[in-house]
């Protein structure tokens, strides 16, 4: 497979035109994901608040309040991961639209 870099030239309009596409589908994949890895993280975290001390679920700590913390450690990952790969792919676009110009 061929690659941007592996041309001899500068790119024709047409192939550029065709990065640019790709590059905004990129773009709109991973803002999804990252929107969902947010609300997901933000609801993992939400679910041990009712596990805290002093709030009526404490008494179930042990048995699911750790694992939900767990829970909302991963989907931390999860939303890094996500978040880092929307914020490239939305570096890579604006650097070839600003190449383009």
């Keep these: 497979m061929l690659t941007v ?3 001899d030239g500068p790119l024709s309009d047409q192939e550029m035109l065709e990065v640019q596409q ?3 589908e990129r ?3 991973w ?3 990252s929107i969902r890895s947010i609300v ?3 609801l993992s975290c ?3 608040y009712p596990f805290l001390q002093g709030h009526p679920l404490h008494e179930y ?3 699911f309040g750790k694992y939900l913390v767990l829970v909302s450690m991963a989907m931390l990952v ?3 991961f996500c978040t880092g790969f929307f914020y490239s792919a939305w570096r890579a676009l604006r650097e070839v639209e600003k190449g383009q110009r």
């Design 22 to 24: 790709y590059a905004k």
């Design 46 to 48: 939400l679910g041990t």
């Design 31 to 33: 803002r999804r994901r």
């Design 61 to 63: 700590w042990g048995a």
């Design 27 to 29: 773009i709109s994949l």
């Design 78 to 80: 999860v939303f890094v």
């Design 5 to 7: 870099l592996d041309s």
């Design 40 to 42: 997901a993280f933000l």
